[in-house]
């Protein structure tokens, strides 16, 4: 097998380093390009209720945590890169995960990702299943 890029979904919690070492690991084994993608988005808000009371100074902090930890996983991803025969590539967005790997993997022979510790997450469904699901291409899916 051979692998021209490979796409990591990078997170900018330590915890989740690991899933960037791997697919740093095996981008300098196959000489890939290593394609990162940070992305996040806020939830959807209902419209009643609870909700109905958010203000656009509650969108306003949730929007600038996004941005802080886009920050966060680009510089990771960054480090992680260093070094590579090929340049990596950085993509990032406002969106949710697996919708976003999804549309981005085509680029990529090979995808990464990590599965979650969140209950949250277990209880939607992991990342990488969804992909498997999605994509016609293989992904590795590191666990801690």
Not at 67 to 76: F, I, L, Q, Y
């Amino acid at each position: 097998m051979t692998c021209a890029a490979i796409m990591v979904h990078v997170q900018p919690e330590e915890a989740a380093q690991h899933v960037l070492d791997c697919a740093r690991s095996l981008a300098a084994a196959f000489d890939a390009t290593l394609i990162g993608l940070g992305c996040e988005m806020i939830a959807p808000l209902a419209t009643g209720g609870f909700a109905a009371g958010v203000t656009v100074e509650l969108i306003d902090v949730l929007q600038a945590e996004i941005d802080r930890n886009n920050v966060k996983a680009k510089t990771r991803f960054d480090a992680a890169a260093a070094g590579l025969a090929k340049p990596a590539i950085w993509k990032c967005g406002t969106d949710l995960p697996g919708p976003a790997m999804a549309r981005a993997s085509r680029a990529a022979d090979l995808i990464v990702v990590g599965r979650s510790t969140k209950a949250r997450h277990h209880l939607a469904g992991s990342l990488g299943r969804r992909l498997i699901r999605r994509r016609h291409g293989p992904v590795v899916v590191v666990v801690p």
